[in-house]
């Protein structure tokens, strides 16, 4: 009617996407590359939550007030201190790598996020978070965590050649990547080697500890390999190019998934980004860690990669250029033609 206001209701921002990481020793630059690589990619709001020793806060909150105000509005932090609610705290924090047992108490310590993505430090996204965390909606009514095999092979896996406890499936899984739904973790009553009934998440961690410490060599993983041995409708696995490692190439090219849509989250354990014994790993890592933010993707990261690739070529890893590229290159035309489209609308309304 005249002189009546219309009132459009905006659409609801959708809630943001929650990363977790655990930060300690000399693990700041790793920690900030990778989340630099999650910022760059992704179009939906991120919440970083940061587990780090008291000594690394002032400088996690240094670096990233230091980042361009177009990439901060895109995600908000919070650091937390190295905590362990059960159990001794040393044990836990001396448990495999220093404090990389935090892991496993992030469904007790996090208690109002409902669902998490977990990356260790040493991981890059070489495309959007938003495509790994759509695999929630993939979860059946048990699956609870999501993660990627150890090993595509038995016969040259770890766990299938080495391991002296229960581990999940024919090669165990690895969880420098695991997808999480939190609230599903702590509704559970998981089944378990020790008493005939259920355990929650909380009451199950020290006393399966205890247990299989004496076994156990990746700490932490092992502990979610057990768990998931005994509850495995509880997991639901994604495949390699979600998780890829070097063990995915130095041994000729084992990972089917990356070979066709190209490597989606690339995970340089064992030190590979700081040493030559991989060079392909450490060239994406470096490219990611010198790109100037405000600068074009294309010509200050697509193409700088490409050339330091082809020092590469002599390599097992390197022989293989696409399964890298291939994924990146698709993201930064996806970032490319979102920018256009936004700035072409914006100056179509004047």
């Given amino acids: 009617k ?16 929650h990363l977790a990481v655990v930060a300690c020793g000399d693990r700041l630059e790793e920690t900030l590359i990778m989340l630099k690589s999650a910022v760059l990619f992704s179009s939906r709001r991120l919440c970083f939550h940061i587990f780090a020793e008291d000594s690394l806060k002032p400088e996690f909150d240094k670096k990233l007030k230091e980042w361009p105000s177009s990439y901060t509005k895109k995600f908000e932090y919070n650091i937390y201190p190295i905590t362990f609610s059960v159990g001794n705290a040393q044990e836990w924090k001396k448990l495999f790598k220093p404090c990389a047992a935090q892991r496993l108490f992030l469904p007790v310590i996090l208690k109002d996020v409902d669902s998490l993505l977990y990356v260790d430090t ?6 959007p ?17 999501a993660m ?42 998981f089944k378990n080697s020790m008493i005939p009934s259920g355990l929650t998440w909380e009451e199950m961690l020290y006393p399966l500890y205890q247990k299989y410490k004496n076994y156990i060599t990746w700490g932490d993983q092992d502990l979610l390999n057990i ?31 990356a070979e ?18 991989q060079p392909t790993f450490k060239a994406l890592y470096e490219v990611i860690r010198d790109f100037p933010f405000e600068d074009n993707l294309f010509q200050s990261l697509y193409y700088p990669l490409q050339s330091k690739f082809l020092d590469t070529v002599h390599t097992l890893c390197g022989r293989i250029p696409q399964v890298f590229l291939k994924q990146i290159e698709k993201t930064m035309k996806k970032v490319y033609e979102n920018r ?6 914006a100056n179509h309304r004047y």
């Fill in 2 to 17: 005249p002189g009546e206001q219309k009132h459009s209701k905006e659409p609801s921002p959708l809630p943001c996407m």
């Fill in 148 to 189: 990627a095999p150890e090993h595509e092979i038995p016969k040259i896996g770890w766990y299938s050649r080495f391991a002296r406890h229960p581990y999940y499936g024919t090669t165990g899984v690895n969880s420098g990547v695991m997808l999480m739904n939190l609230t599903r973790i702590r509704n559970t009553q």
């Fill in 227 to 257: 768990i998931f041995y005994f509850n495995p409708e509880c997991l639901y696995v994604f495949p390699c190019q979600w998780n890829y490692r070097p063990d995915h190439c130095m041994y000729g090219s084992n990972c089917k998934g």
């Fill in 122 to 127: 040493d991981v890059l996204f070489l495309r």
């Fill in 260 to 277: 066709e849509e190209g490597v989606s989250i690339l995970h340089g354990n064992r030190g590979v980004y700081h040493d030559d014994k």
């Fill in 340 to 345: 256009v489209i936004v700035y072409l609308g």
């Fill in 129 to 145: 978070i938003d495509d790994i965390w759509h695999i929630l909606k993939e979860f059946n009514s048990t699956q609870l965590a």
